[in-house]
């Protein structure tokens, strides 16, 4: 009975502002008004928009009046994204980064009430227990510990259930085994084999010394302190070092550091890699280091600034050390800080930041971008809609096997397979087309090995915690229990994807549940739980308990 | 002089009613640049800042000042994603677009009007009856769908030919010029020419065939005849000049229109041209980019417009007379 006193005013609360319209609010016993799931067009994601269609399906089974409205993306993030309050349902997902590796950038942004108003919690969950262990697991250095933590916080999600989590995607990616030599190409947990590790590490077997790799998407900017794109973020990982990487196994590693050490809580000691030189030939040094990370402290970098945000003082305490000193226990600083931080030569950097000082300006809208780097590739040649030329740095510590590292774009899916089987391409950095005509392709050009690997992000369907009927629990899981995650994963996907029900991908072992893997779907489930929290069916439609009502109006 | 500034006028009014429909096009479009721009890591301040930096702060009809100013010196401002001036991408991609073009054109009208006019010699034989539908079913056919399948049989199956792009993976030029004349960029041009070509030359053999079955029934053609003149010579010679004047008009005006509509040819081919980067300036609400390359596109037309005004009044004498008269 709380529990329904609080929904009502919160649906009050969140209607005040609304027209009612007359067709609602009529009787004590009001129905469900229509509902939009808004999706992305067919020919953007298909599998989403086919999933978008089957949960409609199984949405009207329930009672409820559902319209699929498929939407640009420009004119979803518009209508979704920057109007919090207006909508109702949508598609939507978060996507695999190598920073991603450690759960707390989902954990934290995704539902923790302070990125309820901007960030990342769009869907306005809410809840002070959640906000408390998501702030809580970044203190705890004890990895045990904060599993457990991490542990609680999925099961809260999973009572709560703010997304309809549907599936873990699988990214199909390949490469040719006639130019590589196989046992070199490594698969990074999460990530696939499109990563640092493998252009490092991949031997060619013959004349072909380039890897060409495919991309849809030009290069946008190709600059340490910004990142304006999927493939920005490719390029600058190979140009410019950082003092970790997350490794292949999802935990970060020494890097650009011959040595991490936590010396207490709040004080890290790294020693910087003896040896290391700029493609200009000028050495790495401490002071580089820390100049790389005092750069997006002001306000000429605001991408990477949250990354330096814990820090309180650097300090050069040898000729190749330096410790930092942070404001507060941080678990996460040697993923979100020591392996996101780009190193930049100082004596390059130093007078652009200061041109920019008292300028409107920043660091991201420089037009020309000095790409000196320190990393295992340099940049030769970028021609926006063609290529972008990589040429190996002989002098760094892992420097590469391959001479170049090219990347074409080629907007057309079905001739990035043909480029493959030509040698056109030698690496399927991205395939955009339906993952089944690539699983044939492979199995006719025996050469091509073809490699999936379960994604880090995630697809979901999420539901405005703001607004009823979306502000039940019980609600939002009967419509969450209804979605059957295995026709989704074998009809929408085409087995390319995992069911999900956490915002820890399960390719992250050790963090994420199994526990939450649990729950069980069907109509009947979801029938269930609507009927135990009153809500009714009649002449075949839903209807909200006896007495509540909304006034709202589907957007 | 008169009519030739009369002209000049007429396009370059129309290329301003372009250019101011192009800027509340975009600026009414649903959606708003700054979704696409502003990642969702920027505070409000910063995304404010970033507002008033490209000057979208300003009201509209301050912003269309500001624009026609500079456009008034030859400034179409900074693309929004890529952050270089417009005009230096859009220089980059510009030879590609006119190489594919003008070489597709070309072949395409020197096909077109010669077996357009062989066919008019060839009226009622069992050839016209081939010919006619085939030439219209290529017209009719979807772009992509010729380009698939070429790429399909050409590239894919006997690889003879690359799958896309402009160049080999890698290929360093001393210049623009030497790549544009290396056997590799030809090589790679050949496919897509061949697709636009085969696209394009309907219209010129239909509008050939035609106008040259008008003119082989004036009186100057039965002289011709009479005279004994050879029936080639008197295709070629007599008949096919005067019949080729509007098919001189269709070039003209070809090069703008397929200019812009090489987007499908482009995104098939993964060739670089304008079209490709029109649709992905449009897709990213990139205004300053696709404003650009739309105004370069419709420059590209009135240009073309104006030399077909021209060509009309330095061929057909009747167009100049009529107004003297």
Known sequence: ?555 | MKLVLERFAHNALALLAVTTILFFMFRLMPGTPLAAYISENLNADQQQQILEQFGLDKPMWRQYLIYLGNLAHGELGLSFFQRRPVLAILLEVLPNSLILTLTSLTIAYIFGVLAGAWLAWRRGSWVEGVAIPVVLATRAAPEFWIGMVLLAILSFKFGWFPSGGASSPGMVYAGEWQRMFSLDYLHHLALPVFTLALYLQGLPLLLMRSNMLEVMHEEFVTMARMKGLSEWRIVIRHAARNAMLPVVTAFALGIGLSMGGNVVIETVFSWPGIGRLLVQAVANLDYPLAQGAFLMIAAVLAVMNFVADLLYMTLDPRVTHGRRG
């Not at chain 1, 045990?144 to 809260?156: D, G």
């Not at chain 1, 309809?164 to 990074?188: G, I």
């Not at chain 1, 935990?251 to 709040?266: C, K, L, N, R, Y």
């Not at chain 1, 493609?279 to 402290?297: E, L, N, R």
């Open chain 1, 1 to 555: 009975m709380k529990r329904r006193t609080l929904v009502k005013a919160a649906g009050l609360a969140a209607a005040a502002p609304v027209v009612a319209t007359k067709a609602f609010a009529q009787n004590a016993t009001e129905k469900v008004r229509k509902i939009n799931l808004y999706t992305w067009p067919q020919a953007a994601l298909p599998q989403a928009y086919q999933a978008s269609q089957l949960i409609a399906q199984q949405w009207r089974q329930l009672g409820l009046d559902v319209d699929v409205k498929p939407l640009q993306r420009q004119a979803q993030t518009q209508t979704i994204w920057y109007s919090r309050d207006k909508w109702d349902a949508t598609m939507w997902r978060m996507v695999g980064r190598p920073e991603r590796s450690d759960p707390d950038e989902f954990l934290y942004s995704l539902f923790h009430s302070s990125s309820v108003e901007k960030g990342y919690d769009f869907v306005g969950y809410v809840n002070p227990e959640y906000d408390k262990l998501a702030e809580q697991q970044r203190t705890i250095l004890d990895r045990e510990k904060r599993r457990a933590v991490v542990f609680k916080m999925q099961e809260i999600i999973d009572r709560d259930q703010p997304y309809a989590f549907l599936v873990h995607p699988k990214y199909p990616l390949a490469f040719s085994k006639s130019v590589f030599k196989e046992s070199t190409v490594v698969n990074q947990s999460g990530i696939g084999i499109r990563n640092i590790w493998t252009f490092v590490n991949i031997e060619p077997l013959g004349a072909q010394k380039d890897l060409i790799i495919n991309s849809s998407e030009s290069l946008n900017a190709c600059n340490p302190l910004y990142i304006g794109g999927a493939v920005d973020s490719w390029i600058t990982d190979l140009i410019w070092d950082r003092l970790m990487r997350i490794g292949p196994d999802g935990v970060p590693q020494p890097w650009a550091a011959e040595s991490v050490t936590q010396v207490d809580d709040t004080t890290v000691e790294v020693k910087l890699r003896a040896g290391m030189s700029w493609h200009d030939g000028k050495p790495v040094t401490v002071d580089d280091v820390i100049f790389s990370f005092s750069a997006p402290a002001g306000d000429k970098a605001p991408m990477y600034k949250p990354f330096v945000a814990d820090i309180a003082s650097m300090e050069k305490t040898g000729d190749m050390t330096l410790r930092f000193k942070l404001k507060q226990v941080n678990a996460i600083f040697f993923t979100a800080s020591l392996s996101k931080i780009n190193l930049i030569p100082k004596h390059i950097w130093e007078p652009v930041l200061k041109d920019l000082e008292g300028k409107p300006e920043n660091a991201e809208q420089l037009k020309e971008v000095n790409r000196i780097g320190s990393g295992p590739f340099k940049m030769v040649r970028w021609k926006p809609s063609e290529e972008v030329v990589l040429d190996r740095f002989g002098d760094h510590f892992k420097a590469p096997k391959i001479d170049r590292w090219i990347m074409r774009i080629v907007p057309n899916a079905e001739a990035t397979l043909g480029m493959l089987k030509r040698g056109e391409l030698n690496f399927l950095g991205f395939f955009g087309g339906d993952p089944e005509v690539l699983v044939k392709f492979a199995k006719e050009n025996p050469e091509i090995v073809l490699v999936s690997e379960v994604d880090v992000g995630f697809e979901f369907v999420a539901f405005n915690n703001r607004r009823a009927p979306f502000n039940d629990p019980a609600f939002r899981r009967a419509l969450s229990m209804t979605i059957d995650r295995r026709l989704m994963v074998s009809a929408a996907w085409q087995d390319f994807a995992v069911p999900a029900n956490s915002h820890v991908s399960p390719v992250l072992s050790y963090w994420h549940d199994p526990a939450v893997d649990t729950m069980k779907t069907g109509l009947a489930e979801g029938k269930k739980i609507l009927q135990q929290g009153g809500y009714r069916v009649i002449g075949g439609k839903l209807y909200y308990p006896a007495g509540q009502q909304e006034k709202l109006t589907t957007e």
